[in-house]
């Protein structure tokens, strides 16, 4: 029997990629890879849409809860686990779909991640205690090109590239990594599909999935994270919704107005997730509208035989 080809299914939040995963999963006999850099975390379950036993029951999932609250994760450690993962359900003669937003761990997975240095625990915490307008003003001067195209409201991008430029002592974007043509993608006869959704319909999804959120607990479970130490992991306390709620719980703002705060995030986050993909990714984009089944999503992608 031929070796399955790797699906790859992406698109911005709350456009309905795990339902269609599922669908997909059970239809080819199939696993899913979650390519979500939030949904590693050991306890970020509710803001993070994460899978519940009902959905993992009807299909395998990897790289999800992989790591605490406490430990560092990056897009290395992600290609190492998703590479192995991958060989695991082939050996089973399975297909491995990987299913997530997380644009930058596909394009890493499937064109490399480049020369620049893993994280440095020491350094890092530094950068972490440093505040965002001198790493700001320290990027500026070390890496014009980089600063004029980074997401300088972005701490943890902006950290990582400091970080690189201090333990090489050249620019961070010399050391990108060098997206080619030869790639995984190419290797695995795979392709890229997307689920792309009217702007309103996007929009009242994630409306109702935040309100959800909120309903299911989500200020408890921050409550508790910030007991397990989830202030102390930089990266896991950007997560949309987290990050709104400790300033909740801080006392920075009331509860309405955080449940409002996080929907118009999630609907930026949203917007620059689907920028991102049109740059970076060569996505076959298939068009979903409000009515449509997860089935009738599959029907319209052009899957290889």
């Not at 987290?242 to 609907?267: C, D, F, M, S, W």
Request: proline share 6%; charged share 30%; aromatic share 6%.
């Amino acid at each position: 029997m031929p070796t399955p080809s790797p699906i790859f299914l992406v698109g911005p939040t709350a456009s309905g990629k795990s339902a269609v995963a599922l669908a997909l999963a059970e239809k080819l006999g199939g696993e899913i890879i979650s390519v979500d850099s939030m949904q590693v975390y050991r306890g970020l379950d509710i803001g993070t849409a994460k899978p519940g036993a009902a959905e993992r029951a009807r299909a395998p999932h990897h790289l999800i809860d992989v790591v605490g609250i406490a430990e560092p994760f990056d897009a290395a450690r992600f290609v190492e686990l998703a590479c192995r993962a991958e060989q695991e359900i082939l050996e089973r003669k399975r297909v491995p779909i990987f299913c997530g937003g997380t644009g930058l761990y596909v394009k890493a997975y499937l064109e490399g991640l480049g020369d620049a240095p893993r994280a440095d625990a020491k350094l890092r915490a530094e950068l972490e205690a440093t505040a965002l307008g001198a790493l700001i003003s320290e990027l500026e001067k070390s890496d014009p090109a980089t600063f004029a195209r980074i997401d300088r409201q972005n701490p943890r991008r902006v950290i990582r590239a400091v970080e690189v430029i201090r333990l090489t002592g050249k620019p961070f974007s010399e050391q990108r990594a060098p997206w080619t043509s030869e790639s995984r993608i190419t290797n695995h006869e795979s392709r890229i599909y997307g689920l792309l959704r009217p702007p309103a319909d996007l929009h009242a999804r994630i409306n109702s999935r935040v309100d959800e959120m909120f309903a299911c607990g989500l200020v408890e479970e921050t409550r508790d994270l910030l007991k397990r130490g989830l202030e102390q992991n930089k990266t896991a306390l950007q997560a949309i919704g987290y990050r709104q709620v400790v300033e909740h719980l801080r006392g920075e703002r009331a509860l309405a107005p955080t449940i409002e705060l996080v929907k118009i995030r999630t609907r930026q986050f949203a917007k620059r997730q689907m920028t991102w993909f049109r740059r970076q990714l060569d996505v076959e984009w298939s068009k979903v509208e409000p009515h449509h089944t997860a089935e009738e999503v599959i029907a319209q992608l052009k899957l290889r035989a």
